[in-house]
């Protein structure tokens, strides 16, 4: 069993940079790799960006590479998203969660196990 809880969200700028945390709970954690992934109002969850297990690894959508850095540190238990450059279309709830599936199906919602509640980003113009 693993629980998630993300922080770090707030009111920013356009231009203006954030960092999201991911704190987990259960020994096993460093095993799971970890997407984030973001809704707006009236749209479907979308993925940002995947870490495996091993922080080798990571994928990102489209729209945040360059801007977005997702990295781990397994002794504490967290996942961080650094968003930098935000745009005011980077607005929505972010949310991470956790699986033991690694591979281009990270991109996907269905294949993730464990979620958190989400954190909300709002980025003003």
């Known amino acids: 069993q693993v629980q998630l809880v993300e922080s770090g969200g707030g009111l920013v700028q356009a231009g203006g940079s954030l960092r999201l945390s991911c704190a987990a709970s259960?020994?096993?954690?460093?095993?799971?790799?970890v997407g984030w992934f973001r809704q707006a109002p009236g749209k479907e969850r979308e993925f940002v960006a995947a870490i495996s297990w091993n922080p080798g690894s990571t994928f990102y959508a489209d729209s945040v590479k360059a801007r977005f850095t997702i990295s781990r540190d397994n002794a504490k238990n967290t996942v961080y998203l650094q968003m930098n450059s935000l745009k005011p279309e980077d607005t929505a709830v972010y949310y991470c969660?956790?699986?033991?599936?690694?591979?281009?199906?990270?991109?996907?919602?269905?294949?993730?196990?464990?979620w958190g509640q989400g954190t909300q980003v709002t980025v003003s113009s």
């Open positions: 259960g020994r096993t954690f460093s095993s799971y790799a």
């Open positions: 969660a956790a699986s033991r599936i690694w591979g281009e199906v990270v991109l996907t919602t269905r294949i993730y196990s464990y």
